[in-house]
């Protein structure tokens, strides 16, 4: 069965930087396009990012770009987000998702989340 | 940016009503639309995608509809499992962006 497992979140300060990563399983993973999105506490679902199924396109949202990127590995399964200059707006429950398609779809599988916290 | 609205925002309802919930689209999507279902504490789980199109595992009781601007979903008899928040999303292109949210409570 499909599985995406998300780690790497924690408290950070501001202005520092972390990485997170997805873990996928139960399906052939360089067939299908991955998102990320997040949630602030009590706050609806914000898209962050995608990228193709083989790397080759990478699409941020405005509050995001040119401070996170995405990208995957293909030989371990595995996406990740590097976030850099962190702000407290940044602080949400990051979630891996599986697009439905290639080149952006609906969600079909999601994670459980990982937990960010930007706070000094 | 495409922006996405919701309405309303907060619904107040009984088992067995029949619900409905809007959303539109500040361009025309064509049918680029899914539907979202999340509970308190878990992750979102889809229920309609390409606007009317019906996941699999999902209950038939769950609808929707529109193209363009405007869409709906649909719960013809809203069942204690159904408490939750419900969210649209377009996917017509990039950046993709969702509604602000339905949370539908009981009355």
């Known amino acids: 069965q499909v599985q995406l497992v998300e780690s790497g979140g924690g408290v950070v300060q501001p202005g520092r930087s972390l990485r997170l990563s997805c873990a996928a399983s139960?399906?052939?993973?360089?067939?299908?396009?991955m998102h990320w999105v997040r949630q602030a506490p009590g706050k609806g679902l914000e898209w962050v990012s995608v990228?193709?199924?083989?790397?080759?396109?990478?699409y941020y949202a405005d509050s995001v770009k040119g401070r996170f990127t995405i990208s995957r590995d293909n030989s371990k399964n595995t996406l990740y987000l590097q976030m850099n200059s962190l702000r407290a707006e940044d602080t949400a429950v990051y979630y891996c998702?599986?697009?439905?398609?290639?080149?952006?779809?609906?969600?079909?599988?999601w994670g459980q989340g990982t937990l960010v916290t930007v706070s000094s | 940016d495409i922006q996405m609205t919701q309405s309303p925002s907060t619904l107040s309802a009984s088992v067995g009503d029949r619900v409905t919930i809007t959303c539109r689209a500040s361009?025309?999507?064509?049918?680029?639309l899914a539907w979202y279902q999340q509970k308190p504490g878990k992750a979102p789980k889809v229920l309609i995608y390409?606007?009317?199109s019906l996941e699999s595992g999902v209950p038939s009781r769950f609808s929707g509809g529109g193209s363009g601007t405007e869409f709906t979903l649909t719960i013809s008899s809203l069942q204690p499992d159904d408490f939750a928040t419900y969210y649209c999303?377009?996917?017509?292109?990039?950046?993709?962006?969702f509604g602000g949210g339905t949370k539908v409570e009981i009355k």
């Open positions: 998702a599986r697009d439905f398609g290639v080149y952006g779809s609906h969600f079909d599988y």
């Open positions: 139960g399906f052939i993973f360089n067939n299908y396009g």
């Open positions: 990228i193709w199924y083989d790397g080759s396109n990478k």
């Open positions: 361009q025309s999507i064509s049918n680029w």
């Open positions: 390409k606007a009317s």
């Open positions: 999303q377009h996917y017509n292109s990039y950046p993709l962006t």
